[in-house]
């Protein structure tokens, strides 16, 4: 069983900064995109920035340049780095990755399950003005 668990949420004034940390742990074989979205009341949850096992990124562009993904894969951890807060930011965001899990050893190789999307719980952070 996989499990992702995230920290690093909270209130912060407008111009602030916080990091989130999301860590995936249990049967995992590899871990391909790791995600971070976010979900205001009232709205659609939407993507806030994607990072692959390579290292590239993607950003919605309403965090671009104020925001910063990243990722230990030696941790099976993904960071988020929120400067210049804006009272917008307000959600609740949670982190989501695709994973492979171990699925047994035999023919002399280690096989692994067809990738699955998990999710976190989800963190809150508040942004007043």
């Known amino acids: 069983q996989v499990q992702l668990v995230e920290s690093g949420g909270g209130l912060v004034q407008a111009g602030g900064s916080l990091r989130l940390s999301c860590a995936a742990s249990?049967?995992?074989?590899?871990?391909?995109?790791m995600a971070w979205y976010r979900q205001a009341p009232g709205n659609q949850r939407e993507l806030v920035a994607a990072i692959t096992s390579g290292g590239s990124t993607n950003y919605a562009d309403s965090v671009e340049g104020r925001f910063t993904i990243s990722r230990d894969n030696a941790k099976n951890t993904v960071y988020l780095q929120m400067n210049s807060l804006k009272p917008e930011d307000t959600a609740v965001y949670y982190c989501?990755?695709?994973?492979?899990?171990?699925?047994?050893?035999?023919?002399?190789?280690?096989?692994?399950?067809?990738?699955?999307?998990?999710w976190g719980q989800g963190t809150q952070v508040t942004v007043s003005s």
């Open positions: 989501n990755a695709e994973i492979d899990s171990f699925s047994g050893y035999y023919s002399g190789t280690y096989h692994h399950t067809p990738p699955t999307v998990y």
């Open positions: 249990g049967s995992i074989f590899s871990i391909n995109v």
